[in-house]
């Protein structure tokens, strides 16, 4: 029987149209590397152990994301800012991007299932014992490292530092971006008194006088001169300490001359009559704060980019900054206050890195995902829609922002100035021990702003409970 040209066209044609359909969004089903995928279809489990919550494709990437607030409350913005490097660079691979407690997954159901990603971006210092290695995700990459001859020289030292020391010997991580904090500054407050606006380089002793002057009543509205919030401040200051020992495994150590200088600085904030800690919130919620030290993720909130809020909340936010006078033009950005007169050390870096979890049957496909994302031109790309990257050239520094019209007029030097603390690295029999997620907040929160104790007493009952803590944990059988 013969067939008309014209049918036989309309059938290729709708053959063709029909396997485009079929098509996954990000392209061909395909490994980067031969042999790598999985034997079937996998399925991530409710806690019934039934319902499935997600399924993913033989080889199909997947992509777990958490410890950043932009990611998790906008899909716009993983696309923009992780998803779009990967489908321009490798379009042949399909990947799937979940966000922490997206559909109710977390990481427990990674062990319900059996199901685990292959790449998992998370905060190195506090969830590399107490995430990755908890749930068995750990996986050294010195070997896919070593492969692909990848430069870790090119990564910031203070985030490679954080990597090696909570690593016991290996690379657990490739340290992708940092939420670093800065210092907002309200500039209708500082008007009000005629003083200076903040500038790089500003000690805490120059904070602190500035703080006197700008805590004040005017009618029925009192202002207040300076926020930080304590336990950040501990955490990541400034000196570069860490609270366990560098000799012994296990042991918190905190009452010592350092600790004591880090804590002494911040108290005299808050004895500052009306300037009690509350909160940073107040800076942006109340308009009544003149200085605050917060991240990077609220300069691009506050900002009010639009792909980085879900659409509900920024209507939200943008009515509470008119109602309270912070909009465009009003408040500015400074790089945190230093120690001393010349410095430039800022916190000690809050980062994120990329792990691969060692159940993953895509590793070396996930690692040459990472090194794209680790690229000068990914992290110059980054850098210009907003995010501080992890590798520091002037051009990459300068180009902080470029893509974002909101952040114009802002002070965006101050984002990339300074250098990060460097913690120690501890050797590998006393890292071994973990790194115990103890109650740091208890010096200040508790015994110092609540109970009035003095910094030296805080600094020594918190190491004795804490200490007392993790033997606790020991004898129950806890490794961290």
């Not at 997947?62 to 913005?77: D, Q």
């Amino acid at each position: 029987m013969r067939v008309d040209v014209g049918v036989k066209r309309g059938i290729f044609i709708f053959a063709l149209i029909l396997a485009l359909l079929v098509l996954p969004a990000s392209g061909v089903l395909a490994a980067l590397v031969e042999g790598e995928g999985y034997g079937d279809v996998r399925r991530v489990l409710a806690e019934d152990g039934q319902t499935v919550l997600l399924e993913l494709e033989p080889d199909e990437l997947f992509i777990f994301t958490t410890g950043n607030k932009i990611l998790e409350k906008s899909v716009a913005a993983r696309e923009k800012l992780i998803g779009q490097y990967i489908r321009e660079k490798f379009p042949d691979l399909k990947f799937r991007i979940v966000n922490w407690d997206d559909m109710d997954i977390r990481e427990k159901n990674f062990e319900l299932s059996g199901v685990y990603p292959d790449m998992v971006l998370e905060l190195i210092d506090r969830n590399t014992t107490r995430v990755i290695k908890t749930y068995g995700m750990d996986y050294d990459l010195t070997p896919l490292i070593e492969k692909y001859n990848f430069d870790l020289s090119r990564i910031d030292e203070a985030c490679m530092a954080l990597v090696y020391d909570r690593s016991t010997g290996g690379v657990l991580s490739i340290p992708f971006e940092i939420n670093d904090y800065i210092l907002f500054y309200n500039k209708t407050i500082f008007d009000k008194k005629n003083e200076p606006y903040p500038h790089a380089g500003m000690t805490y002793d120059e904070a602190y006088e500035k703080a006197r002057k700008l805590t004040f009543g005017e009618e029925l509205t009192m202002y207040k001169g300076y926020l930080q919030h304590p336990d950040q401040y501990l955490k990541l200051n400034q000196l570069g300490l860490i609270p366990f020992s560098l000799t012994e495994a296990n042991k918190v150590v905190l009452d010592t001359p350092e600790w004591l200088e880090v804590v002494d600085n911040l108290v005299r904030f808050y004895d500052i009559r009306g300037n009690i800690w509350t909160t940073t919130d107040d800076f942006f919620t109340k308009g009544n704060v003149a200085m605050c030290v917060d991240h990077i993720e609220r300069l691009l909130q506050a900002s009010l980019v639009e792909e980085y809020w879900p659409a509900g909340e920024m209507d939200v936010w943008r009515q509470r900054f008119e109602d309270n006078g912070l909009v465009k033009g009003t408040w500015d950005i400074a790089p945190i206050p230093v120690v001393s007169e010349g410095d430039n050390t800022i916190y000690r870096p809050n980062v994120t890195g990329w792990y691969i979890p060692k159940q993953s049957q895509l590793k070396e496909t996930a690692f040459q995902v990472i090194m794209h994302l680790m690229s000068d031109e990914v992290q110059m790309g980054r850098a210009k829609d907003g995010i501080k990257g992890t590798v520091m050239t002037p051009e990459i520094a300068a180009a902080y922002g470029t893509n974002v019209p909101q952040l114009q007029g802002l002070n965006l030097e101050a984002v990339y100035w300074g250098k990060n603390a460097v913690q120690p690295i501890r050797s590998p029999e006393v890292a071994g021990g973990g790194y115990w997620d103890i109650a740091l907040w208890k010096v200040y929160r508790l015994y110092i702003l609540q109970q009035g104790y003095t910094p030296d007493m805080a600094l020594k009952v918190v190491e004795l409970e804490e200490n007392q803590w993790i033997q606790d944990r020991i004898a129950e059988g806890r490794q961290w």
